[in-house]
């Protein structure tokens, strides 16, 4: 069966069929709308030279529109009731492949290894699962996977905070890490209508060009994520209250006074207000 998987009509056969029952807990809302999957799979700019990683195929409506630009589809669904669908949705499509299991616990970096030997480049294409986005989007930026980009269904609120600018309301932690290993735009805005169930929430395609190299220099990644964080614990705190609390402690209050004065940044600032390149100054500092 080539019919497109991804109409009301087809899902609904399909889940029928199978006697399929969404788990709300695994974030299961499916999409059924064909316009919604070209502008996902077209943002992802796939060519048949080039592979693909999709995180929760569901029963397959992605999954089948990446097969046909796509070179190679490898899927990571970890609800094991949808693996007998996905065989039989997936069937006419032999160059996908579905592999059990939780993205999270997985050895990505090995996956791509092994089987996208013979693929130009690598992107990751999902409509990801609501209550794992955040993890799921740090654990492919931050385990510097070859992936040429990421193109992402998730909830509009995230995909606002990860694409925002220095000095806006959605600026966090989250926009600094997303935005240090990748260059992020907004897609395209999704009602709620393309689902089924459909979701509670906004949603919005998100696309992380992954940067050669990252936006700003770091002498210690893992020192420039402690201050990122530590500088968004309270957002109505200053930076040097802040840091302090978060970071240095109390009794090191001068020290960390005495490198915000050498990083010519002051303290009475907001972290919300600095950019990529003063929190990596900042950082570089305290090493
Ligand atoms: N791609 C399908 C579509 O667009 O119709 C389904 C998307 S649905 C929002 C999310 C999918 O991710 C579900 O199939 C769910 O079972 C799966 N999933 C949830 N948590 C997962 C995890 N940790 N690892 C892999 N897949 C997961």
Do not use: C, W
């Not at 999957?37 to 992802?44: N, P």
């Not at 905070?161 to 966090?172: C, E, V």
């Not at 979701?199 to 990644?221: F, G, H």
């Amino acid at each position: 069966d080539t019919r497109d998987i991804a109409t009301p009509k087809r899902t609904k056969e399909i889940l029928q069929k199978y006697g399929f029952s969404f788990k709300k807990s695994l974030g299961q809302n499916f999409l059924i709308d064909l316009n919604i999957l070209s502008k996902i799979v077209g943002a992802a700019e796939l060519t048949k030279e080039k592979g693909v990683i999709e995180i929760g195929p569901g029963i397959g409506a992605l999954t089948e529109q990446l097969s046909r630009q796509a070179g190679k589809v490898v899927a990571i669904e970890i609800d094991q009731r949808l693996l007998p669908i996905l065989a039989d949705t997936l069937s006419p499509y032999p160059h996908a492949e579905v592999v059990h299991g939780d993205v999270l616990e997985m050895d990505v970096a090995s996956l791509i290894q092994e089987r996208f030997t013979e693929q130009s480049s690598v992107s990751v294409v999902a409509n990801l699962p609501y209550y794992v986005t955040s993890a799921i989007l740090m654990k492919l930026l931050e385990e510097r996977l070859p992936l040429e980009n990421i193109v992402v269904m998730i909830q509009k609120e995230v995909a606002e905070r990860i694409s925002a600018t220095p000095g806006t309301k959605a600026y966090g932690a989250l926009s600094v890490l997303a935005q240090f290993y990748a260059e992020a735009d907004i897609v395209t805005i999704v009602p709620h209508t393309v689902f089924i169930p459909q979701p509670n929430v906004d949603s919005a395609v998100l696309r992380l060009r992954i940067r050669q190299k990252p936006a700003v220099e770091v002498k210690s990644e893992k020192m420039f994520y402690r201050v990122v964080k530590a500088s968004f614990a309270q957002r109505r705190k200053t930076l040097s209250n802040n840091l302090m609390n978060n970071l240095f402690g109390k009794d090191r209050k001068e020290e960390m006074l005495a490198m915000l004065e050498e990083a010519g940044i002051d303290p009475a600032r907001r972290g919300e207000t600095l950019s990529l390149e003063e929190f990596a100054r900042i950082s570089n500092l305290i090493l």
